[in-house]
T-cell receptor
Framework: GNSVTQMEGPVTLSEEAFLTINCTYT??????LFWYVQYPGEGLQLLLK?????DKGSNKGFEATYRKETTSFHLEKGSVQVSDSAVYFC?????????????FGTGTRLTVIP | SAVISQKPSRDICQRGTSLTIQCQVD?????MFWYRQQPGQSLTLIAT?????????ESGFVIDKFPISRPNLTFSTLTVSNMSPEDSSIYLC??????????FGSGTRLTVV
């Protein structure tokens, strides 16, 4: 079946520190992979996505590379800011396997302190 | 990508009552999804709603508790029936098929007292 395993939080970093949030997945087909972000009091927003192996998604300084060999899609940012404080969700969709919805990881809460 | 208007944004309800949540999409979409996000947890799919057919519910969710309507390709409602404090969650609708994959409503934060 389809599932996403995401690094447990919470994560607290100082401003300008390097961020990695690990995400691995299990899928029956060839999934698309996503990172969503949920800022305090707001809804889910798409941060980045990748639809096939070796694709790199990037947005707002965040990057994640679709690694089929390790079934991973780790989120990275070289220098975090206070405004990056949010909950980050890794997710997959597996349309080829008939799963039209998104499967989410548990979410990782990031707090960036000045 | 599609824009979803979801309401209410929040509500506080008495146990035993029901609340209907609405999602309006600015374009026609085939599938709409309803998720629940319990406090401090991830999103769990409740059901998938297609226009013109009954919704498909995930394991652990039943139509009597979470009836869904999908009268046309731009609108859907989710009702949380006979509420208890355990139903306190954020409920979100989502659509697929957009350029960015999936779009979410802003969520309904429900507190049952």
């Amino acid at each position: 079946g389809n599932s996403v395993t995401q690094m447990e939080g919470p994560v607290t970093l100082s401003e300008e520190a390097f961020l990695t949030i690990n995400c691995t997945y299990t899928a029956t087909g060839y999934p698309s992979l996503f990172w969503y972000v949920q800022y305090p009091g707001e809804g889910l927003q798409l941060l980045l996505k990748a639809t096939k192996a070796d694709d790199k998604g990037s947005n707002k300084g965040f990057e994640a590379t679709y690694r089929k060999e390790t079934t991973s899609f780790h989120l990275e940012k070289g220098s975090v800011q206070v405004s990056d404080s949010a909950v980050y969700f890794c997710a997959l969709s597996d349309l080829a396997a008939g799963a039209n919805n998104l499967f989410f990881g548990t979410g990782t809460r990031l707090t960036v302190i000045p | 990508s599609a824009v979803i208007s979801q309401k209410p944004s929040r509500d506080i309800c008495q146990r035993g009552t029901s609340l209907t949540i609405q999602c309006q999409v600015d374009s026609q979409v085939t599938m709409m999804f309803w998720y629940r996000q319990q406090p401090g947890q991830s999103l769990t799919l409740i059901a998938t709603a297609n226009q013109g057919s009954e919704a498909t519910y995930e394991s652990g969710f039943v139509i009597d508790k979470f009836p869904i309507s999908r009268p046309n390709l731009t609108f859907s409602t989710l009702t949380v029936s006979n509420m208890s404090p355990e139903d306190s969650s954020i409920y979100l609708c989502s659509v697929s098929g957009t350029a960015n994959g999936y779009t979410f409503g802003s969520g309904t934060r429900l507190t049952v007292v």
